[in-house]
């Protein structure tokens, strides 16, 4: 029953700009599009998080399509210390039983190449 | 500034005995949340825990676990007699309370438990 849809794993060459696509065809209106990473034997890691308008921080950028069905987490200039596995999460705001918990797919393997 | 705190960071037991794990959330959250990562798979749910109280607990298996997260000091996972199978990665997420509202949980290092 899983909500998205990530390739098993991409390669990325250093200093390149790193574009993980997430396809979530069957998002619900008030669900949120969360990414986090986990780097090797890490706790995971938030990365960033948007509803429908395109987000950046410090870390990436997130790019929501018009109709929510699919996004992209952008890594701008991607380093070794980027490889990990990258999780792109669905979820409803707070709003009672089953809705606090992350649901964790296979996600996204990235190795950065140097 | 210090993160989501969990001790210990590896833990050994014996099949048969107790297995306590502990989890200080960030400073001002008081939601916490227990993940178990088996080998080669991905991250679990097991249990959601606010001060005092135990919101949902679905995803704990239904016998020798069990979570606490008292008034004071630490969240606590409990495993009882322990067996191989327990062998795994627990990590400990927190968040804020933002009731209805989108938030972010952060993670802690994790413990892994060892059952020999």
């Known amino acids: 029953d899983a909500k998205t849809t990530q390739p098993p794993s991409m390669d990325c060459a250093e200093g390149r700009a790193a574009n993980l696509p997430c396809n979530h065809s069957?998002?619900?209106?008030?669900?949120?599009v969360y990414w986090y990473r986990q780097i090797h034997s890490q706790g995971p890691q938030y990365i960033i998080h948007?509803?429908?308008n395109n987000e950046t921080n410090e870390m990436a950028s997130l790019i929501i399509t018009e109709d929510r069905k699919s996004s992209t987490l952008i890594l701008p200039h991607a380093t070794l210390r980027d490889t990990a596995v990258y999780y792109c999460i669905v979820r409803a705001p707070n709003s009672g039983a089953g809705s606090y918990q992350l649901t964790f797919g296979k996600g996204t393997k990235l190795s950065v190449i140097p | 500034n210090a993160g989501v705190m969990q001790n210990p960071r590896h833990l050994v037991r014996r099949r048969g005995q107790e297995a306590r794990l502990r989890c200080s959330p960030m400073k001002g959250h008081s939601h916490v949340y227990w993940y178990r990562q088996l080998p080669e798979e991905g991250l679990k749910f097991m249990v959601y825990l606010q001060k005092e109280n135990i919101i949902d607990e679905s995803g704990m298996p239904k016998e020798r676990f069990s979570a606490e997260f008292p008034k004071e000091g630490p969240s606590i996972l409990r495993i009882q007699q322990v067996v191989r199978g327990d062998s795994a990665a627990y990590f400990c997420?927190?968040?804020?309370?933002?009731?209805?509202?989108?938030?972010?949980?952060?993670f802690g290092p994790g413990t892994r438990l060892t059952v020999t």
């Open positions: 948007g509803l429908k």
């Open positions: 069957t998002i619900s209106g008030n669900e949120y």
């Open positions: 997420a927190s968040s804020p309370n933002l009731q209805g509202m989108s938030y972010e949980q952060y």
